[in-house]
């Protein structure tokens, strides 16, 4: 079959979702690297407001010395009801500090928790389509990158080919020791202890990791305890919602942090170690990514 010039020129679109971890920054750095020459790429992180201002700085550092070119972006929510979320773009100084973006999505939609998990459709996946239709790229033209290692291979969504999604890091068979291995190389880090990651206080998180948080830094569960008590009937359901599993408030994760416990340590959580009740997580814990709900 004979192409036209224009579909000679034409290249395979890659959106690369970067969350703003070390594993999704390895990703987009080996992309950005491999590809380049053969695919269309574009770069995309969606901030909620409550990641911790050290991811925000990491973000930042692979723009500046790893050239990534990130489009920063947060939801915006129409409160009308059919109209979906659109997007603004944004930078690291403009970037919301203070969950506005997350707010909004609550306001309309009601608190997120383990079985209405809005906050990645709303304030990720659906933020990112947004942008991507707004520069011409809609669905059916490009292929979704997701950071999920291969000791995560449990997370790849069974319908990744309906969603058009892409796993690298599984093809390349890399673990979570290549990539701690290849950041210790680099000239800057994520410097930020793994429970501390995502969003601070995210519901998806082991237990032993939200009491940690409580214990250490209480007042990073403010905008949580301020989300119950301000907007606990909005959206669908009967009944007061709650962020976290098991139908527990913000005080009752602060109450049970009072109580005695073994921390998280970073770097020294050992297998005996392991509690079912304490140690057991959401599957996307570790890093927020879209496609991990699908």
């Not at 969003?199 to 990791?209: G, Q």
Request: aromatic share 12%; with cysteine; charged share 30%.
């Amino acid at each position: 079959m004979t192409t036209t010039p224009r579909e000679a020129l034409e290249r395979p679109k890659l959106a690369i979702s970067f969350s703003g971890g070390r594993t999704s920054a390895y990703m987009t750095q080996r992309l950005l690297r491999e590809y380049s020459a053969t695919h269309d790429m574009v770069v995309t992180f969606a901030n909620t407001g409550l990641e911790h201002e050290k991811t925000l700085e990491f973000v930042n550092n692979c723009d500046k010395h790893m050239g990534f070119n990130t489009v920063w972006l947060e939801a915006v929510v129409d409160p009308q009801e059919g109209k979906g979320t659109r997007h603004k773009i944004v930078t690291f100084e403009t970037a919301a500090r203070n969950g506005e973006p997350f707010e909004e999505v609550i306001k309309k939609y009601g608190i997120p928790f383990s079985h209405f998990p809005t906050c990645t459709r709303e304030l990720k996946e659906n933020t990112m389509k947004s942008y991507l239709r707004s520069i011409g790229w809609n669905k059916g033209d490009y292929v979704s990158a997701i950071g999920i290692r291969v000791d995560e291979v449990d997370r790849v969504s069974e319908r990744a080919k309906d969603f058009d999604f892409f796993y690298p890091l599984v093809k390349w068979k890399i673990s979570k020791g290549d990539v701690k291995s290849f950041w210790a190389k680099q000239l800057f880090d994520l410097d930020l202890p793994e429970h501390l990651g995502n969003c601070i206080t995210c519901w998806k998180k082991s237990d032993r990791k939200l009491f940690t948080i409580a214990k250490e830094t209480p007042e990073a569960f403010d905008f949580m305890d301020r989300m119950e008590r301000e907007y606990p009937h909005n959206g669908a359901g009967e009944g007061p919602r709650r962020f976290f599993r098991k139908y527990r408030s913000t005080q009752d994760i602060l109450a049970l942090a009072q109580k005695p416990f073994r921390p998280f340590v970073p770097g020294a959580f050992q297998l005996e170690m392991f509690d079912p009740e304490l140690d057991t997580q959401s599957a996307c814990g570790e890093t927020c990514e879209i496609g991990a709900d699908a």
